[in-house]
């Protein structure tokens, strides 16, 4: 029997998938959870063979938790779906060793088949987001750049950053325009999420 445990925010989709996956005769939905912290508390309840994660979930995104996973050596293979072909994510998934790595919009079969795989050890992706990853971009900014973005991130102001790596906030500004600037963004909040999307942070 291979045992599951689904992370997914909409609960008409986390019923409807959990619902489809049960009647398969060698597949059994252990634990269904809305949020990233409910997903690693019930994998390591439950130990699953496999979490079914969604990205963009509360709390903890997918990858974060998959991230967990992987920091504290659980067996569990790690299945990823999205509703979006985002190169970012796609590369932080591929670099983080998913086992799967699937659009929403695949049939059930497709899912069903790629469970399986991924349970005789098989990496398994769909074609649409192969081709995204393909297209990866390089990235256009420097250490520092990429330093100041993760630190407004966090919330922290330019005179904040500017002290924690001893820099002046003149400098600060610099960086930050400098980043706003590669990301063709009108802000630093969009230059943030352009370049979380491309997978840059």
């Known amino acids: 029997m291979i045992r599951i445990v689904i992370a997914e925010d909409q609960q008409m989709l986390r019923g409807a998938l959990t619902s ?4 398969e005769e060698d597949i059994e939905v252990v ?10 508390d019930m994998i390591e309840h439950h130990q699953p063979d496999i979490c079914l994660l969604d990205i963009e979930i509360p709390m903890m995104t ?3 938790v998959a991230a967990q996973i992987r920091h504290r050596q659980w067996p569990c ?4 779906v999205t509703t979006f072909a985002r190169p970012g994510y796609l590369q932080k998934a ?9 659009l929403k919009d695949e049939p059930i079969d497709t899912l069903v088949d790629a469970i399986r795989k991924v349970m005789k050890g098989e990496k398994v992706i769909s ?8 297209q990866h971009e390089e990235n256009p900014l420097t250490e520092r750049e990429r330093e100041v973005l993760r630190l407004v991130k966090q919330g922290k102001s330019t005179r904040q950053i500017a002290q924690v790596l001893f820099l002046t906030t003149g400098t600060i500004r610099n960086y930050l325009s400098a980043a706003i600037q590669k ?8 230059a943030i999420i352009k370049a979380e999307e491309k997978g840059w942070i």
């Open 20 to 23: 489809l996956l049960q009647l």
């Open 31 to 40: 634990a269904q959870v809305a949020n990233g912290k409910d997903a690693l």
């Open 62 to 64: 997918g990858l974060q």
């Open 77 to 80: 293979k790690i299945m990823i």
């Open 94 to 102: 591929t670099e983080m060793q998913v086992d799967g790595y699937l």
């Open 127 to 134: 074609p649409e987001l192969a081709v995204a990853l393909f």
């Open 183 to 190: 990301m063709e963004a009108n802000s630093r909040q969009q």
